[in-house]
């Protein structure tokens, strides 16, 4: 039986979703309107039978016909005396959809069959009264009675739907061109990372691209490890290496530098939120710091996500404490702490069972309840707060009316009388290696970060009906993770190395359609700060960051060091129309759609004829000005601006049209705006705002 309906019932009928409650749906159905819905002396005149049959008028259409399934199921609970639920019912425990995983060609049509599973061992046949969706439409359909129809090349979810359980089965159809053999034979795998991805491709007959350049490796490295362009002088060095280990030496050296602190203390910064808006000036910057120190001594993600959520004491003396000033609320905690960490939304079961996920309205507020307990008061300064953990009070569960026990999703819980700080055995379930969360969910933004694409898209949409990508590269990756004892270093390290990180961007005829399974390297735009720096970079211009964003344009806020790189700075709340144009996250939720990569006309207007290039490329005394004093050849100019912004030499067309250019300068005055043009049309080209 389909059924639609809308949150607030229709004309006064309200069941929950899913029947996630069933006893207030069997009140709702035999108590309310005065009990006239059921007829217990003329079963067949009752309106939950006369209305969905059309019997009577009904304005919802025929939902089943007299004397099918649903209506005899539905007749021999009324005939029985509609009685209610008991304790002793079976309950359902899960489904299985069969078969779990297909592959189909275009065309066909194929069936798949639900089981539901219940607690007192039995199993029932529900296909009939399962609901269905497709995950990719552009590879498979499915329709309301479960037959899978094959559409196009690819892979593609099917998702079941029983009562408050789900499954999910995958259709692999393989692409169907001529199998391009000398491709695969080219890509050595060396390590697992490889051999997953080597093995889908092959499942899905899609030939790998070509091994990227040394050029494009230095520079997709170092842009996608450290958020800085390799200098001009870097490049030469690396290009004329002869080792044939030097791209491991590389990854090895970009590991270790003081940018890569930079870069990785922004991105936690951003998934932690710190935000000059929501915090005072020296808690905002003592958050930071204590971020900054943990990517710094390479903390172990787990012990790094311990540290923070039981985090007490001082705002400003334990930056780590400044995440419960953020999040002052037991309910917002939960639903921050299982973006950030696990990668998944709870927030729909705030009101209900999820309805594209497991859990439950009554597993939400258990473990919203593990934070029920945090508590802050004033500090001896004045802008000073003191997080500390009391031993009484809990969450009201609004629909049983009374608490549920503190309990970790899918885990063990606490005894409601107990004094302990609760947050405690909740971060040792959370970053405990058993968790089949925790670790994926890092290691799966930490993917992104290096592929451009999730093995889960997106980063925290990690629920069941969203599955990755590659579900066998992504439960070795995490395995590997937690095998070295949470190292993100370790990890990148794997991924930098591997030969499908090391991909062309370039795709073959027979890959150009991919866009999840890696057979290439995927361009990806610069993020905004990078982009800043990239551009303060290769114009030797830096920008003059703001500390106030409220007076900054005024001319009165208090400026950042001069040479400050965006990935420096501590807070995403100073003042720039070009990083607010390019995306850039408020850092009010966590969320990774706060951060923009779509294209927009202000963008494009921006880098044609914008301030932010022109006003650096104008400027005095800037790398226009200093390679106009070294008296370099126009070859070798035009070879080093290629060098700092591309990390390449000019192609010979290239060269061509610039040497005609600037040999049509007779003086320095002629040719310093010459030099900016080629600078420009350099700087302004996809080729220096994506990395590729």
């Not at 080597?198 to 494009?216: I, Q, Y």
């Not at 379930?429 to 592929?451: C, D, G, H, M, Q």
Request: hydrophobic residues 35%; contains cysteine; charged residues 25%.
């Amino acid at each position: 039986m389909r059924v639609t309906g809308a949150a607030a019932g229709q004309g006064g009928f309200k069941l929950s979703l899913r029947g996630y409650d069933d006893e207030g749906d069997y009140l709702t159905i035999t108590k309310s309107a005065q009990g006239r819905r059921v007829n217990l002396d003329d079963p067949a005149r009752s309106l939950i039978l006369l209305k969905p049959t059309k019997a009577i008028p009904h304005k919802g259409g025929e939902r089943f016909k007299a004397g099918s399934p649903e209506y005899q199921i539905i007749a021999d609970w009324l005939a029985a005396g509609a009685p209610g639920p008991q304790e002793k019912d079976p309950r359902i425990t899960g489904i299985e959809i069969s078969p779990p995983h297909t592959v189909g060609q275009a065309g066909q049509t194929l069936p798949v069959k639900v089981t539901a599973v219940f607690n007192d061992g039995h199993r029932e046949d529900v296909t009939r009264w399962a609901k269905y969706t497709a995950g990719n439409s552009s590879v498979a359909t499915v329709n309301d009675d479960g037959a899978v129809k094959v559409i196009g090349n690819g892979e593609g979810t099917v998702t079941a739907w029983y009562l408050s359980k789900l499954a999910v089965a995958t259709v692999t159809v393989p692409y169907t061109q001529a199998p391009v053999p000398s491709a695969f034979a080219d890509f050595k795998p060396r390590n697992f990372i490889d051999e997953r991805v080597l093995e889908k491709l092959h499942e899905l007959n899609l030939p790998p691209s070509e091994r990227c350049t040394d050029a494009e490796f230095i520079r997709r490295a170092y842009l996608d490890t450290i958020g800085v362009l390799p200098t001009a002088e870097e490049t030469r060095t690396f290009l004329t290496e002869t080792t044939p280990d030097k791209r491991d030496h590389l990854v090895d050296a970009l590991l270790a530098r003081t940018e890569y602190v930079d870069y990785w203390s922004y991105k936690w910064s951003d998934l932690l939120l710190v935000n000059s808006d929501k915090l005072p000036e020296v808690p905002m910057w003592t958050y930071y710091q204590w971020i900054r120190r943990q990517v710094e001594m390479n903390t172990p993600w787990d012990e790094f996500v311990r540290s923070l959520l039981t985090a007490t004491g001082s705002t400003e003396q334990n930056g780590a404490c400044n995440f419960f000033v953020l999040h002052d609320e037991p309910t917002k905690l939960a639903e921050t702490v299982s973006v950030a960490f696990l990668g998944m939304s709870v927030n729909c079961a705030k009101c209900h069972n999820h309805p594209m996920e497991k859990w439950t309205n009554d597993q939400y507020f258990a473990f919203a309840n593990l934070f029920s307990r945090v508590r802050q008061k004033n500090g001896s300064q004045p802008n000073e707060r003191v997080i500390y953990a009391d031993t009484t009070g809990d969450l009201v569960q609004p629909l049983r009316g009374k608490p549920q026990p503190p309990t970790p999703l899918d885990g063990q819980s606490i005894s409601l009388t107990s004094t302990i700080d609760r947050r405690i055995p909740m971060a040792k379930w959370l970053t405990a290696p058993e968790n089949p969360y925790f670790a994926r969910s890092i290691t799966n933004r930490v993917w992104k970060n290096f592929l451009g694409v999730g093995l889960v898209e997106s980063v925290d949409d990690l629920r069941m009906t969203n599955p990755a990508s590659n579900e066998k590269l992504l439960s070795e990756a995490a395995a590997y993770l937690v095998k070295n004892n949470f190292n993100l270093k370790a990890l990148m390290r794997e991924i930098l190395t591997s030969e499908t990180y090391q991909r062309s961007s370039v795709p073959r005829a027979e890959n150009k359609d991919d866009t999840r399974f890696y057979a290439r390297y995927y361009p990806k735009r610069l993020m905004a700060e990078v982009m800043l720096d990239a551009i303060s970079q290769v114009t030797a211009e830096p920008t003059d960051f703001r500390m106030d964003k409220r007076n900054a344009n005024k001319g009165v806020g208090q400026s950042y060091p001069m040479g400050y790189r965006a990935l420096q700075l501590p807070d995403t709340h100073t003042v720039s129309y070009f990083l607010n144009s390019f995306g850039r996250p408020n850092r009010v939720s966590t969320c990774e759609c706060e951060r923009t990569n779509e294209p927009s006309m202000a963008q494009a207007l921006h880098i044609a004829n914008g301030d932010t290039l022109n006003q650096k490329l104008e400027a005095k005394d800037n790398r226009v000005d200093q390679l106009l004093a070294s008296e370099k050849s126009n070859d070798a100019l035009v070879d080093e601006i290629y060098m700092l912004a591309l990390s390449r030499k000019p192609t010979a067309p290239e060269r061509a049209g610039l040497d005609k250019a600037l040999a049509a300068a007779t003086t320095p005055a002629e040719k310093r705006p010459i030099v900016e043009d080629v600078f420009w049309s350099v700087m302004s080209s996809r080729e220096f705002l994506f990395n590729h």
